[in-house]
Structure formats: structure tokens, C-alpha cells
């Protein structure tokens, strides 16, 4: 669907298609262990989060230059603007990198590359969300906060994901002052596979202005009092719930329901490469899976750009919104 909207939850290593991994792989001399783009599409499915991250880490190893994220991030932007993405704020995970010996400034600066020339090359705004992995250690991200130093001029957010079950977000309060001290803007995954409790740490100890996922938040009805009164944005990321199992069909997921509550929800795409659509696709998903007609598909649009950190530039925000009004639906 070409309705204009926001992507604010989108893996730039989530965009990653085997046929990119595979020329990136040959480029660089790595070895991937299969033999041909089928073979590894079909490595695409996944019993929950983990199955996924497995894979996900495991083909991470092809990206290893500037010109590698530079061409990942380029590749995604192509796609986002064919569906009418029209301003992406898109989350990199620096320590899946560094671990692997690729330094951090290579992954700021190839990313950076491509996302500073977006918007005349494929008329997507862009900004770029750092996110720590919450299964490594509260050390480690403030080591990589203090790695990104030199680069924060590319960053607008820090965010927190990866593994959620067993890493509550309070481990990683000191990163979270740090950052504030910093000026950077918060997001934090909280309540995909993690209890409601983590969406009110989020809230209340990391101090975040979205909630990336958030869907268990249905499971607490005075945590989605407060999430409506505070007009949190949450991230949702439809096709990834079903692909990851939170969800059994699309025509179980709680949208509808969220909308009804009054809370502010948006629709996105996660790791659109490993979860079968991009952000055009998963409207397309909602509203043919839950029977969304266009102003609900409309406030979805509006919901994103509202939630955009576009606080500095509201003339662009004021715009887009516009787009989004104009829009017709066939
Ligand atoms: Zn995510």
C-alpha cells in the first residue's frame, strides 16, 4: 500500500536478502552455510525469537565494510519508498558488529552514507536509532555508547532489543542516563515477548517516548489506561508477531482491539528480509487480514508521522501529514 507513513521499527540488518547476502558473502570471501538463495529463504522459518536471532547473527558475517552497510541501507530505502515510506527511522545494532571485529565507525559511517543522501535519491527522510542488546551486559552497551561518541551527530536515539525474556530493561538504567545526558532521544522493545511489567520499566526507569512492540500492554488494562492518557506511541510490527509466533494468524492480532482503546498505535515492519513484508505490506496485511477500512488504515499513517522525531523540523511533519490526508484510496 502506498499510503504515505513512518517506519519507526525497522533492523537495518533485518533488511538483509538472500540475494544481497549471498554478492556480499562472494565480495568477501565468506562462506554461508548454504548453497543457493532458495535454500536460504527457506531457512526462513522460525519457531519464536531465538530461532530467528540464530540465523539472523549467523548471516551478519557478510557485512563487513562501509560500502556493505552503505549498500544494505540503500537497498532497504529503494524498497520503503516503493511503498510509500516516506520518513524511516531505522535501529542498527553496533555490538553485533563489533563483536565480530568490524568497528563501529565503519557501521555509522557506511549506514550514514546512504541515509544522508535518501532523501534526494529515493525521497526518504531518515534518521538512525543506536540499540544496545539487551542480552549482553549493561557494561558492554555503555562501552558502546562511549564507542559512538565520536558519531553522535548521525544519531538521533538510542533504542534496546534483541533476546527480551530474562533481560528487563531496568539492567540498563545507567546506559539509558547516559544517554539522556547526551541528548539522545529513547525507545526500548518492551512487551513482544516480555511481560507488561517490562513496558512500565521501559516507561518509568529507562525514561523511553515509544514503546517498540508493546503488545502484551493488552494484558494490563491500567497500563493501557496510561498509555493512553500519555499518548505513548507503540511500534507494532505486525507480520514479525505471526512469523515469531506471538500471534497464531494475523485475524488473532490485538490491532483492532488497541485502536478501539485509544491507543496510539503504529504499524511497521521489524525485519522485513526474514518476516515477509515490508512496511507497504504489512498495511496491506492488517487490512486485509482484519478487515481495516481507510480511516483506521488513515490514523495508522497519521499515528506515524505524529510519533516521528521530527520535533526540529515540524514544517516536514506538517507535510507529511498533509500527504497522508490527501491520500485516495482505490
Ligand atoms: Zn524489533
Known amino acids: 500500500m502506498h499510503l504515505p507513513k513512518a517506519e519507526l521499527h525497522l533492523h537495518i540488518e533485518g533488511t538483509l536478502e538472500p540475494e544481497l547476502a549471498f554478492a556480499l558473502a562472494e565480495r568477501n570471501g565468506v562462506t554461508l552455510p548454504y548453497a543457493t538463495t532458495e535454500e536460504l529463504r527457506a531457512a526462513y522459518q522460525f519457531d519464536d525469537l531465538q530461532s530467528f536471532l540464530d540465523l539472523y547473527y549467523a548471516l551478519m558475517a557478510v557485512l563487513r565494510t562501509e560500502d556493505d552497510f552503505a549498500e544494505l541501507a540503500d537497498a532497504y530505502l529503494a524498497r520503503a519508498a516503493a511503498q510509500g515510506v516516506r520518513h524511516a527511522e531505522i535501529f542498527f545494532d553496533p555490538q553485533a558488529h563489533t563483536a565480530r571485529g568490524v568497528p563501529i565507525g565503519t557501521v555509522i559511517e557506511g549506514l550514514g552514507r546512504a541515509l544522508e543522501r535518501s532523501e534526494e535519491t529515493h525521497g526518504v527522510s531518515t534518521q538512525l536509532i543506536l540499540c544496545f542488546l539487551r542480552d549482553l551486559s549493561a557494561e558492554s552497551a555503555l562501552g558502546t555508547l562511549d564507542a559512538a561518541k565520536p558519531y553522535l551527530h548521525r544519531i538521533s536515539a538510542v533504542g534496546l532489543d534483541s533476546a527480551e525474556v530474562g533481560h528487563p530493561p531496568a539492567k540498563f538504567r545507567e546506559v539509558y542516563e547516559a544517554a539522556t545526558a547526551l541528548g539522545l532521544r529513547k525507545v526500548a522493545h518492551a512487551g513482544e515477548e516480555g511481560p507488561p511489567e517490562y513496558i512500565r520499566e521501559a516507561l518509568d526507569i529507562l525514561g523511553v517516548e515509544r514503546v517498540d512492540h508493546g503488545l502484551r500492554c493488552m494484558e494490563d488494562p491500567e ?56 512496511a507497504g505490506d504489512n498495511f496491506d496485511a492488517v487490512r486485509d487480514a482484519l478487515a481495516l477500512g481507510p480511516e483506521q488504515l488513515r490514523t495508522l499513517a497519521r499515528n506515524s508521522f505524529e510519533a516521528a522525531f521530527l520535533d526540529h523540523d515540524e514544517e516536514r511533519r506538517a507535510r507529511y501529514l498533509a500527504e497522508v490526508e490527501a491520500y485516495a484510496f482505490d
Open 223 to 278: 497500563l493501557v489506561a496510561r498509555l493512553v492518557a500519555d499518548r505513548v506511541p507503540l511500534t507494532l510490527c505486525p507480520l514479525s508477531n505471526v512469523t515469531l509466533r506471538t500471534v497464531d494468524t494475523l485475524k488473532d492480532h490485538p490491532l483492532p482491539a488497541m485502536l478501539a482503546a485509544g491507543l496510539h498505535c503504529t504499524v511497521n515492519s521489524d525485519d522485513p528480509a526474514y518476516f515477509g513484508g515490508y
